[in-house]
Nanobody, 121 residues
Framework: QVQSVESGGGLVQAGGSLRLSCAASGRTFSNYAWFRQAPGKEREFVAALRWSFDSPYYADSAKGRFTIARDLAKNTGYLQMNSLKPEDTAVYYC????????????????WGQGTQVTVSS
């Protein structure tokens, strides 16, 4: 059974930083990603990583500001978010799965409960 549990969300002012964590259990996944969903909008890809190869992939909105990483020993993933903007406000989800399309939600079979990130202007 694969599970993911997010933490680290909160309220931050524009320009600030947050680090989200994703505690993963089980090892029947090869890909790990972060998605986000703002009120009234569809779920949006943020960043992904192939768990064993540390090869990150970012949405254009995240490039240069966000960094996805993982700690193999702790089986935990991270999303470091810098220079946050009000438009980054959303519920952020950690996703685990297998497949080639890293940016597609359909690739991921296992989702966490989400953590709220609110960026004030």
């Amino acid at each position: 059974q694969v599970q993911s549990v997010e933490s680290g969300g909160g309220l931050v002012q524009a320009g600030g930083s947050l680090r989200l964590s994703c505690a993963a259990s089980g090892r029947t996944f090869s890909n790990y990603a972060w998605f986000r969903q703002a009120p009234g909008k569809e779920r949006e890809f943020v960043a992904a990583l192939r768990w064993s190869f540390d090869s990150p992939y970012y949405a254009d909105s995240a490039k240069g500001r966000f960094t996805i990483a993982r700690d193999l020993a702790k089986n935990t993933g991270y999303l470091q978010m810098n220079s946050l903007k009000p438009e980054d406000t959303a519920v952020y989800y950690c996703a685990l799965g297998q497949g080639e399309m890293l940016s597609s939600p359909a690739t991921y079979a296992y989702w966490g409960q989400g953590t709220q990130v609110t960026v004030s202007s």
